[in-house]
Antibody, heavy 116, light 107 residues
């Protein structure tokens, strides 16, 4: 069965970077876009971007240009998102999600807390 | 960016009732619209794609409709497990924006 297993919660300092992972199983990793979505506490969903692991192509929400960097490792079927220059505004839960017709499978989410 | 205006922001309904949630896009999105359900502390789950196609395993009491800029999600015969937040998302043009969500509660 399709599963997206994300890495654990992160507590990071302002100005630092963090890299979170999303390990895919149960399907051909290189054949589907992987999307990333941000959700701040009590808030809605914000689309960050996608990566196509088959060729590494990416598309970003301009709002996250310079903030988020998406990569994928085909050998381990793992997608990554690095967030840099972290501020309190980056404290949120971050989801990865596979896209077929819609975002049909989601990871469990990673809570990133930015605090000194 | 395409703006998705979702209404109402919150909704209270009784068991067995029919409820409708609406999403208005700021431009034509050609039925490239999905609906998601999110329960507290959980990841969103895909209910509907391409405006009116039911995702596998989703109960048939959920249905989607609409075209152009106006879309809706209908839940027939409301069940207790339907208490959730519902989001629409356009996937016509990047960035793939979401509606602000509708919180559905039981009356």
């Amino acid at each position: 069965q399709v599963q997206l297993q994300q890495s654990g919660a992160e507590l990071v300092k302002p100005g630092s970077s963090v890299k979170i992972s999303c390990k895919a199983s149960g399907y051909t990793f290189t054949s589907y876009d992987m999307h990333w979505i941000k959700q701040q506490p009590g808030n809605g969903l914000e689309w960050i971007g996608w990566i196509y692991p088959g060729n590494g192509n990416t598309k970003y929400n301009q709002k996250f240009n310079g903030k988020a960097t998406l990569t994928a490792d085909k050998s381990s079927s793992t997608a990554y998102m690095q967030l840099s220059g972290l501020t309190s505004e980056d404290s949120a839960v971050y989801f990865c999600a596979r896209r077929l017709t819609g975002l049909d499978y989601w990871g469990q989410g990673v809570m990133v807390t930015v605090s000194s | 960016d395409i703006q998705m205006t979702q209404s109402p922001a919150s909704l209270s309904a009784s068991l067995g009732e029919t409820v409708t949630i609406e999403c208005l896009a700021s431009e034509d999105i050609y039925s490239n619209l999905a609906w998601y359900q999110q329960k507290p502390g959980k990841s969103p789950q895909l209910l509907i794609y391409y405006a009116n196609s039911l995702n596998d395993g989703v109960p048939s009491r959920f249905s989607g409709s609409g075209s152009g800029t106006q879309y809706s999600l209908k839940i027939n015969s409301l069940q207790s497990e339907d208490v959730s937040i519902y989001f629409c998302q356009q996937n016509y043009d990047s960035p793939y924006t979401f509606g602000a969500g509708t919180k559905l509660e039981l009356k």
